[in-house]
């Protein structure tokens, strides 16, 4: 009940197209869903994050739709760029400081 | 922006030695963390400390793993008798709260050979 399952596990996009991750949970106490971009070497740094009082959330290239009643969340970006080319991780937590339960990961590669 | 620190970067030790990550935390944050990433897998939380003590830990923070804020400003976490399993990258992430997201460090990537 804690796993959060992410998909797909690698995913290709062109220049300026658009790239998808899903993430589905199954504990519904969980209140905080962050999306973390991972560069080799590096830690994860925070994206976006959303709550589930919202059905979705935009900052700049980067969105979040969020469903509670199917208990699922997706990473869109528009407009992907090379530079995009990283890991992307959901996660989700509950109550204030709780930990976060991450998802498997993505490994997006955008082709120039 | 602030930012979390972690030392060393590479941590080479032989299997049965004890080590200690270091890190310090945002100034202002109240929830620390320790995760790791084995390689090319997910990242796994192994403890929370908050108000100067754990307040959660997982079923891999066993009784080699120990955590400690000695003087306000770093988190230590010390792993007692290392073994090959042991080998990861280990983040360390605070929090001032879940409505303000968690800073994760570089990490240490830990070698036990």
């Known amino acids: 009940q804690q796993q959060v399952k992410q998909s797909p596990q690698s995913l290709i996009v062109q220049k300026g197209g658009i790239s998808i991750i899903n993430c589905a949970y199954e504990n519904t106490a969980f209140d905080y869903f962050p999306w973390y971009q991972q560069f080799p070497g590096k830690g994860p740094a925070l994206l976006i994050a959303i709550r589930p009082d919202v059905s979705e959330k935009k900052e700049g290239r980067f969105t979040i739709s969020f469903n509670k009643s199917a208990k699922q969340f997706s990473l869109h970006i528009m407009d992907s760029q090379p530079g995009d080319s990283a890991t992307y991780f959901c996660?989700?937590?509950?109550?204030?400081?709780?930990?976060?339960?991450f998802g498997q990961g993505t490994e997006l590669s955008v082709k120039p | 922006e602030p930012e979390v620190t972690q030392t060393p970067s590479h941590q080479v030790t032989q299997m049965g030695q004890e080590v200690i990550l270091r890190c310090v935390p945002i100034?202002?944050?109240?929830?620390f963390y320790w995760y790791r990433q084995i390689l090319g897998q997910k990242v796994e939380f192994l403890v929370s400390f908050y108000n100067n003590e754990i307040s959660e830990k997982s079923e891999i923070f066993d009784d080699q793993f120990s955590v400690e804020r000695p003087d306000g400003s770093n988190f230590t976490l010390k792993i007692r008798s290392t073994k090959l399993e042991d080998s990861a990258m280990y983040f360390c992430a605070s929090g001032a709260g879940a409505n303000y997201g968690y800073t994760f460090g570089s990490g240490t990537r830990l070698t036990v050979v």
């Open positions: 100034s202002n944050h109240l929830y």
């Open positions: 996660a989700a937590s509950q109550n204030q400081g709780g930990k976060l339960i």
